[in-house]
């Protein structure tokens, strides 16, 4: 997924870029079971709600140990020749890179 700096809608830079691994069935369609796995997981990354009752003395870090298996699972870092390969299919031309 990237987000595009667009000028008179031509690309001009790269905001951000992430890489996600889509999962995929047998017969080549989007594994739906593993699809909605990912996106449960991704829900529970965002970090807890202040609970009143919670001690002030114990951190609540599920969503960090989440966030090292969501991004195990479901993400992938791309090498620099992928990403320029990218950076390249968009532009064509020299562009500000990551």
């Given at each position: 997924?990237?987000?595009?700096?667009?000028?008179?809608?031509?690309?001009v830079?790269?905001?951000?870029?992430?890489?996600f691994?889509?999962p995929?069935?047998?017969?080549?369609r989007v594994?739906?079971?593993?699809?909605e796995?990912?996106?449960?997981l991704?829900?529970?990354?965002?970090?807890?709600?202040?609970?009143?009752?919670s001690?002030?003395?114990?951190?609540d870090?599920r969503?960090?140990?989440?966030?090292?298996?969501?991004?195990?699972?479901?993400?992938?870092?791309?090498?620099?020749?992928?990403?320029?390969?990218?950076?390249?299919?968009?532009?064509?031309?020299t562009?500000?890179?990551?």
């Open positions: 997924m990237l987000f595009l700096e667009m000028i008179d809608r031509r690309p830079g790269i905001q951000n870029m992430d890489c691994v889509i995929f069935d047998a017969k080549g594994d739906r079971k593993e699809w796995r990912s996106m449960r991704a829900m529970e990354l965002l970090p807890p709600v202040l609970d009143k009752q001690s002030k003395q114990v951190i870090a969503h960090r140990f989440l966030r090292r298996r969501y991004d195990h699972e479901f993400k992938w870092r791309p090498t620099r020749k992928v990403e320029e390969a990218i950076v390249d299919a968009i532009f064509r031309s562009v500000t890179k990551l």
